[in-house]
């Protein structure tokens, strides 16, 4: 059991699908500044240097992006075969306040403290 009430537990599906929608977003919205900077564009070193530079933040972001829509992924994934709301690591129920804040967190904040450590 994930000690989540039914309410909680439709709750977070309904974020999950939501920040899985709003992540797709995201990353169709970074596409574009994440293309590569055209050499051939008649633009100043600096404007160069600047569009280079913003396109690398752009690539992090989508990273970053990514990766947070693969945990989503992975949650729905457990909502649908009965393991969501239950710690990877150490099988004990994630507390609500946890899941509530990131619904796609697979690990209970003891468990991702001793990861990050």
Known sequence: MNGLSDAQF??????????????????DLTE?????????????????????????????????????KRLVEEAIEAVDDGSYGLCVTCDR????????ALPEAPTCLTCQEKRDA
């Open 10 to 27: 439709e709750e977070l599906k309904h974020d999950l699908a939501h920040l899985l929608v709003e992540l797709d977003g995201l990353l």
């Open 32 to 68: 574009e500044g994440a293309r590569p900077i055209e050499l051939d564009q008649p633009i100043g070193r600096l404007s160069r240097m600047d569009a280079m530079q913003q396109r690398e933040m752009a690539m992090a972001n989508r990273d970053a992006h990514r990766a947070r």
């Open 93 to 100: 129920p994630i507390p609500w306040a946890r899941l509530k």
